[in-house]
């Protein structure tokens, strides 16, 4: 008896002291019970897909949002593509028009990217977009423009400043000394606090003065030697400042917090394609994964390697059926459009979409005990208990779902909602009898492909 109550008085210790860890561990601001984090993440968790712009004075080298790490231009040598930003064909209702019917339901742009320069009317810097002579705000009617068409607005801002005379040269910077002895020398007249106030300042005008922003993307951590991570950031207290202003803003994993469980919102694997849901300690977290056309963000002229309508469109079903959200990047030319490319991109998506949107939005994983048919992706939807299944390659005439018997009542062709019919193979003998496993079920397909880029079968669940 003895023993049982020692025994059990300490596992209650235990607990208790692992329950006051946890609870230490969390600051009191960061709260929040996991059914108030669920409702503030349903829309984007439904919505699934969102147009990532990349936009800036970098559009005009247009070779890459990095031209000025990769090429080591100085400040000076940089002002020239500032001094000539005038994006006279701007119009970002065209955007917005683009995106929606590219069937995108919300928008992340760069509000400043890691060159510093900012596209709004910062009071607290001159490196902006009023200063060039286009002399114009260009968030303000983006986000305006975007709202109108139902879109949610989300902005990126940009961890690093490779402009902010305070920001300390690092491993990454484009300029400063590459000797460390005269790098630690230089980084003495650079004062960190005085970045980490800037950026809470750029923050809160950010947050304040567009109204409610669904998300925010921060970018990005590279913690370690002559780097720069959580501390330098002070990434608690900024988290803290964008809680504040904006309750039900979604935040990215960027801030170097991946080690709690209140410093983020959802994980950001960036042009790869994860093999399965992302986990987190032992647990499928909210994702989002953000893509290219091509290889580069910013407007990239001389850039090959664009990706098909088809890769694109397999590309978002694959990440649906992982559970996760696609963020799909325009880079806005230096006149302040779209290039050809990206438009032929954005209306074959969006013609896939208009007749498969179903597939995708509300959207998930399929259920473990539902197998996927060869060559074949599946998308789930579980308020309206239905599953789709999206045909990479068509198969001649029969489809074989394994294990479905029973589990379905209709089956239909989404682009144009004709019926399938379907039936388990039973009887045996003639030659022309398909051989099948005893719960399979068999849809009749059409011969002909239908004519979309993927086609759907929409299956109405029991
Ligand atoms: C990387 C790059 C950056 C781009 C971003 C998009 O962090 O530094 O150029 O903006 O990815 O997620």
Same mark, same amino acid.
């Given at each position: 008896m003895k023993k049982t109550g020692l025994l059990l008085s300490l596992l209650f210790v235990a607990k208790a002291s692992c329950f006051t860890v946890s609870a230490q561990d969390t600051p009191a601001w960061a709260k929040e019970t996991r059914d108030r984090k669920e409702q503030r993440m349903a829309w984007w968790t439904h919505d699934r897909f969102g147009m990532f712009i990349h936009w800036g004075i970098y559009a005009l080298p247009a070779? $890459?949002? =990095?031209v000025k790490r990769n090429e080591k231009i100085s400040d000076e040598a940089y002002q020239r593509y500032f001094e000539r930003? #005038?994006?006279?064909?701007?119009d970002p209702k065209e955007w917005a028009a683009k995106a929606k019917a590219a069937g995108m339901k919300y928008v992340v742009v760069t509000t400043k990217h890691h060159d510093g320069f900012c596209l709004w009317d910062s009071?607290?810097?001159?490196?902006?977009?009023?200063?060039? %002579?286009?002399?114009?705000? +260009?968030?303000k009617p983006l986000v305006d423009a975007f709202r109108s068409e139902g879109l949610r607005i989300g902005f990126y801002y940009s +961890? &690093? #400043? =490779? $402009?902010? %005379?305070?920001f300390p040269y690092d491993r *990454?910077? %484009?300029?400063? %000394?590459?000797d460390p002895e005269a790098r630690k020398t230089a980084n003495e007249r650079r004062d960190l606090k005085t970045y980490r106030q800037y950026m809470k300042n750029q923050l809160t005008e950010l947050l304040t003065q567009? /109204?409610? &922003?669904?998300e925010l993307f921060l970018d990005f951590s590279y913690p370690g030697e002559n780097g720069k991570g959580h501390q330098e950031w002070d990434s608690e207290g900024l988290l803290k400042l964008i809680r504040q202003l904006q309750p039900n803003i979604l935040v990215d994993n960027?801030?170097? *917090?991946? $080690?709690? #469980?209140?410093? =983020?919102d959802f994980v950001t694997p960036e042009q790869f394609m994860p093999q399965e849901w992302p986990v987190v300690r032992g647990q499928r977290v909210p994702w989002e994964t953000c893509q290219t056309? @091509?290889? @580069?963000?910013?407007?990239?002229?001389?850039?090959?390697t664009w990706k098909s309508v088809h890769q694109l469109v397999v590309m978002l079903i694959e990440i649906t059926s992982k559970g996760g959200n696609l963020l799909l990047n325009v880079g806005p030319t230096a006149r302040g459009v779209f290039d050809d490319r990206a438009n032929e991109r954005l209306a074959g998506i969006g013609k896939w979409m208009y007749y498969h949107h179903r597939s995708i939005y509300g959207c998930t994983q399929a259920? #473990?005990?539902f197998k996927v048919p060869q060559n074949c992706l599946l998308t789930y939807n579980p308020s309206a208990k239905r599953l789709y299944v999206h045909v990479l390659e068509w198969p001649f005439k029969s489809l074989h779902l394994p /294990?479905?018997? /029973?589990?379905?009542k209709y089956a239909q062709l *989404?682009?144009? /909602?004709s019926e399938i019919r379907f039936h388990t193979q039973t009887?045996?003998? @003639?030659?022309t009898t398909e051989n099948s496993r005893e719960d399979d079920v068999i849809l009749s397909l059409p011969v002909e492909r239908p004519n979309v880029d993927v086609p759907v079968i929409e299956l109405f669940l029991e």
């Open positions: 070779r $890459h949002e =990095w930003f #005038d994006p006279d064909l701007y009071k607290y810097t001159d490196f902006k977009v009023t200063n060039t %002579p286009y002399g114009k705000d +260009l968030i +961890l &690093i #400043d =490779w $402009h902010h %005379p305070d *990454l910077h %484009p300029n400063g %000394p590459s567009f /109204g409610a &922003i669904d960027r801030l170097d *917090l991946d $080690h709690t #469980d209140w410093g =983020w056309f @091509s290889g @580069s963000w910013g407007y990239y002229r001389d850039e090959y259920p #473990d005990n /294990g479905y018997e /029973g589990r379905f *989404l682009n144009d /909602g009887q045996a003998g @003639s030659h």
